[in-house]
C-alpha cells in the first residue's frame, strides 16, 4: 500500500483534498451545490473532446469547465440560477455525447474519468495539480473576505459596494480550476460527494467559518484516505468509497448537531424540574 508506485496516489490525493475541502465550505455556504454538481460533469465533456483530438484530458477539463462556469454565471445574472445551470449541463453534456460518438477508443479512460483512478495517477500529472491546487488557494485568499461577507450576509455585501455577481462569478471560476485537478482523481460522477459531504459535516460541527474550513479539510483527507486504502484492498473505484465515506460523515456531523440542540434544549427544563424536587 505504501511502495513507491503508490506515493503518486496518496500525494495527489492529499492535494485534492485539501482544496475539495476548503472551495466545498464555500460551496456548501453559499448553496452552490447544484453548480458544483455541473460543472464536473459538463467538464467530463471536454475531457472526452481532448480524447477525441489526442491532447492532454487537462486541456479539454480546463476548457470546459471554464465555459461552464462562465455561462452559468452569466445567464444566472438575468435568470433563475438553477434554470441557468441545468442549461449550461444540458449544453456541455451534449457537446460530450457528440466528441463520444466520434470515437471508440474512449472507454477506458471515460470509466476513469466518470469514476476515479487514484491507483493510476501518473508523475507527470502530480505537476499541474500542484499548481491548480495552489492557484485556488491563492483566488481563495485574495477574495476571502467579500466573499465570506456575500455568502453569510448578502444584504451587508450589496450596502458595503460588494458586486454579488462579480464574486459570484469569480467564485464559480475557482470551482472550475478545482474541479480541472480532482476529476481525474475522484471522477465527475463522485467528486460533488468529496466537495459536499466534508464541509457539510464541519458546518454542522461548528458554526466557526475558519474552524469549519478547517475540520472540512480534515474531514476530506480522512475521507480520500480511507478511500485510497479500501480501493486498493478490494480493488473497487475509489470514487465509491469516497461517496459513501462522504455520505457517511455527513450523517454523523447531522447526528451531533440533533444531539446538541436536544441537549441544549433539555437543559433548562431539566435543571427547572432538579429545582422544582
Not at 177 to 182: E, G, N
Not at 200 to 213: D, G, I, N
Request: net charge positive.
Amino acid at each position: 500500500m505504501f511502495a513507491s508506485f503508490m506515493m503518486n496516489a496518496w500525494l495527489t490525493a492529499t492535494i485534492v483534498a485539501v482544496i475539495a475541502g476548503v472551495v466545498g465550505y464555500f460551496v456548501v455556504l453559499r448553496g452552490s451545490a447544484f453548480p458544483a454538481h455541473a460543472i464536473p460533469k459538463g467538464a467530463f465533456a471536454g475531457a472526452a473532446g481532448a480524447a477525441l483530438l489526442g491532447i492532454s484530458t487537462f486541456i479539454g477539463l480546463a476548457v470546459f469547465a471554464v465555459l461552464g462556469a462562465l455561462g452559468i454565471g452569466a445567464m444566472s445574472r438575468r435568470g433563475r440560477h438553477d434554470v441557468a445551470t441545468a442549461l449550461a449541463l444540458v449544453m456541455m453534456l451534449a457537446v460530450g455525447a457528440a466528441f463520444l460518438s466520434r470515437t471508440i477508443e474512449y472507454e477506458g479512460a471515460i470509466y476513469s474519468l466518470l469514476f476515479g483512478e487514484i491507483l493510476g495517477v501518473s508523475t507527470n500529472e502530480i505537476l499541474p495539480t500542484t499548481l491548480l491546487g495552489i492557484a485556488c488557494i491563492a483566488a481563495i485568499a485574495v477574495i476571502y473576505r467579500p466573499l465570506m461577507l456575500s455568502s453569510i450576509t448578502p444584504e451587508v455585501a450589496e450596502a458595503r459596494g460588494i458586486r454579488s455577481h462579480r464574486i459570484e462569478m469569480c467564485f464559480l471560476l475557482v470551482v472550475a480550476l478545482a474541479t480541472t485537478m480532482t476529476v481525474p482523481v475522484v471522477g465527475a460522477l463522485l467528486i460533488f460527494s468529496l466537495m459536499i459531504g466534508p464541509p457539510a459535516a464541519a458546518r454542522s460541527l461548528t458554526s466557526r467559518p475558519v474552524l469549519a474550513m478547517l475540520l472540512s479539510v480534515l474531514i476530506a483527507l480522512a475521507t480520500v484516505w480511507v478511500a485510497i486504502a479500501l480501493s486498493y484492498q478490494y480493488n473497487w473505484p475509489v470514487g465509491f468509497f469516497v461517496g459513501i465515506l462522504g455520505a457517511v460523515s455527513y450523517g454523523i456531523g447531522r447526528g451531533w448537531a440533533a444531539w446538541q440542540r436536544n441537549r441544549r434544549v433539555a437543559g433548562p427544563g431539566t435543571a427547572a424540574a432538579m429545582d422544582g424536587g
